[in-house]
Nanobody, 118 residues
Framework: QVQLVESGGGLVQPGGSLRLSCAAS????????MGWYRQAPGKQRELVVV???????NYADSMKGRFTVSRDNAKNTVYLQMNSLKPEDTAVYSC????????????WGQGTQVTVSS
């Protein structure tokens, strides 16, 4: 069983930056592809980015350029650096771990709220 705990969300003004973290425990972190997803009020959850254990990242087209994902396998942590934030980035951001070989094994964190507002 893998536990995921997100942190780093909060209120930020338009144009600002936030860095989200997702700390994993209870599993072999390097066995998992990690992902960030977000869900805005009244909308479906959408992919932000996934990153393989080797560091290869795949961004949703709309997220390219402002968001940067990274992972530290030694610290069992994945990060999401978000720059030039816009009000439409307001959402609950959740971390996901999907086993690289057994894709049905997947875990979710509780999510962290990001609010972009002046």
């Amino acid at each position: 069983q893998v536990q995921l705990v997100e942190s780093g969300g909060g209120l930020v003004q338009p144009g600002g930056s936030l860095r989200l973290s997702c700390a994993a425990s209870g599993g072999i972190f390097s066995s998992y592809t990690m992902g960030w997803y977000r869900q805005a009020p009244g909308k479906q959850r959408e992919l932000v980015v996934v990153i393989t254990s080797g560091g290869r990242a795949n961004y949703a087209d709309s997220m390219k350029g402002r968001f940067t994902v990274s992972r530290d396998n030694a610290k069992n942590t994945v990060y999401l650096q978000m720059n030039s934030l816009k009000p439409e980035d307001t959402a609950v951001y959740s971390c996901n771990a999907q086993h690289a070989y057994f894709n049905a094994i997947t875990y979710w964190g509780q999510g962290t709220q990001v609010t972009v507002s002046s």
